[in-house]
């Protein structure tokens, strides 16, 4: 067999091992909400779901790689992207985290705006459910302690 030949049989089967591989896309429902901190909207602020098993079952290893997130607007308000911008998330049952920082010169200058215990949804102590055909959630509410 040639180079060239061996070279396109090589690439032909690294894009089908990488397409193979891939999970198949979730079903997705338009979802937007609104964080409120010191009762004012948050800006700027990245919000992301972490989906809760809903039976006895553990979640699969496609649910546990799901990460719906979004960016506070100046209002607060937020849209979820999943797999494109603004798509939503699968329906579901989820744990949310927030993080807010200040503005930093240095990378490494940052400090958060909210409490730490939010970043980390399993212990920020919001949980929010997605439902089709669209959701609007309910205010994320981030208490000062």
């Known amino acids: 067999m040639a180079a060239p030949t061996r070279w396109c049989l090589a690439a032909a089967v690294v894009v089908l091992a990488s397409c193979s591989s891939r999970e198949p896309r979730q079903n997705v429902v338009p979802v937007k909400g609104k964080v409120i901190f010191q009762g004012k909207p948050l800006a700027n602020a990245q919000v992301y779901l ?28 937020f849209q979820l992207t999943t797999y494109d911008p603004n798509d939503g998330a699968p329906p579901g049952k989820y744990l949310v985290g927030v993080v807010a920082q200040k503005e930093a010169k240095f990378a490494d200058d940052t400090e958060s705006i909210i409490p730490g215990r939010y970043a ?3 212990i920020s102590g919001v949980m929010v459910t997605v439902k089709a055909p669209t959701t609007e959630l309910p205010p994320i509410e981030i208490a000062d302690r």
């Open 120 to 122: 980390n949804p399993k």
């Open 50 to 77: 972490s989906k809760l098993s809903e039976s006895a079952a553990p979640l699969s290893e496609a649910d546990r790689k799901l990460r719906p997130q979004g960016i506070t607007g100046p209002d607060g308000t």
